[in-house]
């Protein structure tokens, strides 16, 4: 018998499946004190949460048969999924199953927006029959920006049509022809400010989008614009949104989502061109049927027949698949997150795996979805996981091409990832070597020798002496430790590069600054958000000599 706890409020007629299973006892005990739940978490199997558990490594370290965490709903920020990664633990979702409940309280925000119901409702209700106050506008002929155009954004779009609305649509893996099916016109973040009517947000919360809408792209905004997220709290800078809206630039705003919930910000709150809902995008009888369902399901597949569906980390795999692979599978994630912040940060067309060595008498199909994640990741954040990576480079348009190459270059093991978009390309080799661990050894063309760190600074300049200097002392003005220094050069006093590891981020302003030394043609901080998912593991390689 399998034992699952349910610890938020989850749908009884979503878990009927769990409930009545032969194999399982379900036991729910809904606002645990966290207390409590570290008191019995280790008798259990599996936990079933919404968003009002906090799934913490502090927890987890009392769950000792925990095998799976179901997130009934999409988002997991309130797991922390690298504990569970650490422990073995799959962590699963239910990506899809909130999608129309998302959709639809998008336009009913949208809608309320509109025409002021909220507001006049309330005074409505309070004995005052004001007609005047309220007037609104219409949807008809005007425009919406649709930023993030994945499941939920693409059924936004389509709804607003038969409003007959203009949408523009942003999203780094949005093409020409998919808006063209959609009858929308493909537009850059800079389009929507200035043409949109209404905005909507459908974006992940990521490095990139947090604070996306910020003074700055407030200012770009048409006078009069309305706003809404029903995505993730922080892409929108709520400070920034409340000026614009004193100022009467920004005409209103609809918000389900937060920076910090619960909300009990007054500017917010009692502003009365600010419509509130405490996070209801997903919260329909039906959503949270399906979304009890999904994972209800994949609970009974994972322990029936390891089969796994929606795994937002890595899968179970076999001990000895396990043993070779484990540490490749973070400096897959790593290459992933690198190679596309090279690419200056744009979505791909184009995707190359090449590996070397032994790796290519291996199944490596894991390790290829893993590489794919990790570009993916950057623009979808949790979105993307080893499961859906593969659907979702179909989606966007993407084509990937792996190649297994019977040379070793060098080592034991090697594999190199390239991205392109049109005439631009990054590129990305990697080891791992025995009592050293994960190295990248090679940037584009450059050969180098380093160790993946949470902080690397990518600097590209002229061969000419002096230059690692000015960068220490510019870097050491500023407070800035270094950890490591790696030159590669392809000739003496041409091109070359520079990647440092530091101890701790760096602000526009120091890159700001350091493109100024003359020579230094581009500065970049590369940063990775998995240092520490994975130890290195006990898998022993040899480097070999080149040929």
């Known amino acids: 018998m399998y034992k699952v706890l349910v610890t938020d409020g989850i749908s009884s007629t979503g878990l009927k499946s769990l409930m009545e299973h032969p194999h399982f006892v ?113 949807l008809y002929k005007k425009t919406l920006g649709v930023i993030g155009m994945g499941k939920i954004g693409t059924e936004v ?12 649509g942003f999203d780094p893996y949005l093409t020409e022809d998919r808006a063209k099916k959609l009858g929308i016109t493909k537009a850059s973040l800079d389009l929507i400010a200035t043409e949109s009517d209404f905005i909507t947000i459908h974006t992940p919360l990521t490095n990139d989008t ?12 048409k006078k009069g614009v309305r706003f809404v997220n029903c995505a993730r709290g922080g ?10 809206i004193q100022a009467g630039h920004v005409a209103g705003a609809a918000l389900d989502v937060f920076e910090k919930e619960p909300v009990s910000d007054p500017d ?9 809902t405490p996070h209801l995008g997903a919260s329909t009888v039906e959503a949270q049927e399906k979304v009890a369902q999904e994972v209800s399901a994949e609970i009974i597949e994972i322990f029936e027949t390891q089969s796994i569906q929606n795994a937002v980390n890595m899968p179970q ?27 200056n940060k744009q979505a791909p067309t184009k995707i190359e795996i090449n590996y ?49 190459n019977a040379t070793n270059k060098g080592f034991a093991n090697y594999m190199e990832l390239s991205v392109s978009q049109g005439s631009e390309e990054a590129r990305i080799g990697a080891t791992v070597l025995n009592g050293y661990g994960a190295r990248i050894l090679k940037i584009n063309q450059y050969r180098i020798d ?91 390689l040899e480097k070999v000599e080149s040929i």
Do not use: C
């Not at 779009?157 to 523009?168: C, E, P, T």
């Open 26 to 138: 379900v036991e729910r005990q809904p606002t645990l004190p966290v207390e409590e739940l570290k008191k019995i978490i280790g008798d259990y199997d599996a936990l079933i949460v919404r968003s009002q558990t906090k799934v913490t490594a502090e927890l987890l370290q009392a769950a000792e048969k925990l095998r799976v965490i179901a997130r009934a709903g999409v988002g997991v920020d309130n797991i922390d999924v690298n504990a569970a990664t650490r422990k073995g633990i799959i962590v699963i979702n239910a990506p899809g199953a909130n999608t129309i409940a998302a959709t639809e309280h998008t336009l009913a925000m949208m809608l309320s927006l509109a025409r002021k119901i909220p507001q006049a409702h309330q005074k409505t209700s309070a004995g005052e029959w004001d007609r005047n106050s309220f007037k609104g506008v219409e």
């Open 450 to 540: 380093v160790k993946p760190e949470k902080y690397l600074l990518y600097i590209k300049h002229r061969d000419v002496p002096g230059m690692i200097g000015k960068v220490g002392s510019l870097l050491g003005d500023h407070n800035i430790n270094i950890g490591t220094m790696q030159v590669g050069r392809t000739e003496v006093g041409g091109e070359a590069i520079m990647v440092l590891t530091l101890d701790k981020t760096l602000s526009a302003n120091v890159i700001q600054v350091l493109t100024g030394i003359d020579g230094l043609e581009e500065a970049q901080l590369l940063e990775l958000s998995n240092v520490d998912v994975f130890e290195p593991g006990q898998l022993e």
């Open 317 to 343: 795999m076999s001990g000895e698949t396990q043993a070779k692979l484990q540490p490749y599978l973070l400096l897959g994630d790593q290459m992933g997150q690198v190679v596309i912040q090279l690419l």
């Open 210 to 221: 947090r604070g996306l809408v910020n003074d700055d792209y407030l200012r770009k905004t």
């Open 235 to 244: 892409v929108i800078d709520e400070k920034a949104l409340v000026r614009a």
């Open 268 to 276: 917010l709150l009692q502003n009365p061109n600010i419509i509130v």
């Open 356 to 404: 070397y060595g032994d790796l290519i008498d291996e199944d490596t199909e894991l390790l290829t979805r893993t590489l794919l994640k990790g570009v993916l990741s950057y623009h979808l954040s949790d979105s993307v996981n080893l499961i859906n990576a593969l659907h979702l480079l179909k989606e966007q348009g993407v084509s990937y091409n792996v190649v297994k």
């Open 157 to 168: 779009a389509k709804r607003a049509k038969s409003f007959g609305m203009n949408i523009l």
